[in-house]
């Protein structure tokens, strides 16, 4: 998304990149179709992953290496944040700890001591560390102690992976948001991974490898995590509540790529209220006032950020449009679903918008894809860091010229 490199306007190439955009976007309805027949039924992991979304090839990966003996003592792992890496850790980590279930067949009883203690978080050899929330960094003393008069204390991950373990041979310990350690911390944590403890496992989490020294990455073995699938993701905002209806859950699942830190940012009510403004006009068709849509908006963005300051505030402010104009291309593919005879998400919005289409199915499909094609343009441009206001003022009336051209009147 972000190519802060190139400002410049779109030349044959990024034309032909949008055209091949294009394609792949229409396979993905095509795909959202298809996935309202067909239901991912490929479940067959014991019972502590039985309830773990997607990476099954990780699963796989892990129980071959404890087969042969080969268990690394640190791994990275590395994937978009909000996809289970930290759950996933947690999991391999109690299938370590059980007292009860041979390691090679990578699962945990839920009964025993250990298993009671890794789910009451009381384990002792169990170790988890990471970023504080509202901090940016991961504090040094988490990792090798707090100083006191110019002495680090005896405590911290380090320190705590140099005892011995208390209950049985291994001690694992998990560092979450690695990417967020600074140097002080990556060098403390260094020592660690140099010469590690036989009875000890690191599982170190980022959600990527920039930032991070080199010297920490080499002595790590990296696992890659993919985003989660469209349906589970989907499955996911349900079951944890975050969602209501399955329509809506479906459409944040396509819009939040796998994540559900970034499915949790879209839904917060004030960026929703924002949607939902957007959708109201949007849905007027050949009506749609681009004035008072621009005005809207730039107020509701602004109110977005008003605690935030400098460099902050401009990157949110960003982010927050670039939704923006996100919710609007998933809009206009709720609406080609909805002319293509596919479930689509029960908005209100969407239904206004349809009685202002021709009921030619073909043109419907062209007009819309044109009001796609202006979305899309303008995220491009904003990715190129053109100015907020310029971008969403100029997209919203490119779609008016469209929609009055193009969509019937309604009474
Ligand atoms: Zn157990």
Not at 75 to 83: M, R
Not at 312 to 331: C, K, P, Q
């Amino acid at each position: 998304m972000n190519n802060p490199g190139s400002r410049r306007p779109p030349g044959r190439n990024d034309l032909v990149a949008a055209q091949q955009r294009r394609v792949t976007t229409i396979a993905g309805w095509l795909g959202s179709v298809l996935r309202i027949v067909e239901f991912n039924g490929n479940r067959t992991h014991d019972m502590i992953w039985q309830h773990l979304r997607g990476h099954h090839d990780q699963i796989t990966k892990f129980q071959r290496s404890i087969t042969r003996e080969r268990l690394s003592h640190a791994y990275l792992f590395v994937g978009p944040s909000g996809i289970g890496k930290r759950t996933f850790a947690r999991r391999l980590a109690q299938c370590l700890l059980c007292f009860n279930i041979p390691d090679e067949q990578l699962d945990a009883c839920g009964s025993c001591v250990a298993c009671k203690q890794m789910a009451a978080g009381t384990h002792p050899d169990f170790i988890e560390i990471g970023c504080p929330e509202g901090k940016k960094e991961l504090p040094i003393g988490l990792i090798a102690g707090e100083k006191e008069s110019g002495v680090r204390k005896k405590e911290g991950l380090c320190y705590e992976m140099s005892l011995r373990p208390m209950e049985g041979d291994r001690k694992i310990a998990i560092i979450d948001d690695t990417e967020l350690m600074n140097d002080e911390g990556a060098n403390a944590l260094l020592k660690t991974l140099e010469e590690p403890p036989s009875y000890g496992t690191l599982f170190l989490i980022s959600a990527s490898t920039e930032g991070l020294l080199p010297t920490i990455r080499s002595r790590c073995q990296e696992v890659r995590f993919a985003p989660l699938s469209p349906t589970d993701t989907a499955e996911l905002l349900l079951e944890l509540g975050m969602v209501q209806e399955t329509a809506e859950a479906e459409s944040i699942a396509v819009l939040c790529e796998g994540s559900l830190t970034t499915a949790a940012q879209l839904l917060e009510p004030e960026l929703r209220n924002l949607r939902n403004r957007l959708y109201d006009e949007l849905a007027k068709g050949r009506a749609m006032n681009t004035v008072r849509l621009s005005a809207q908006i730039a107020e509701g963005l602004d109110a977005l950020v008003e605690d935030l300051d400098g460099t902050e505030r401009t990157a949110v402010l960003r982010r927050n449009a670039l939704w923006l104009i996100r919710f609007s291309i998933e809009f206009f593919r709720q609406v080609s679903l909805r002319i293509a005879g596919g479930r689509h998400a029960p908005i209100p919005q969407l239904e206004r918008f349809g009685n202002g289409l021709i009921g030619e199915p073909e043109d419907d499909l062209e007009t819309v894809m044109q009001l796609f094609d202006r979305c899309e343009h303008a995220q491009f441009h904003l990715e190129q860091f053109m100015q907020v206001p310029l971008c969403l003022d100029g997209m919203f009336s490119e779609l008016a010229r469209i929609s009055r051209r193009q969509l019937a009147r309604t009474s």
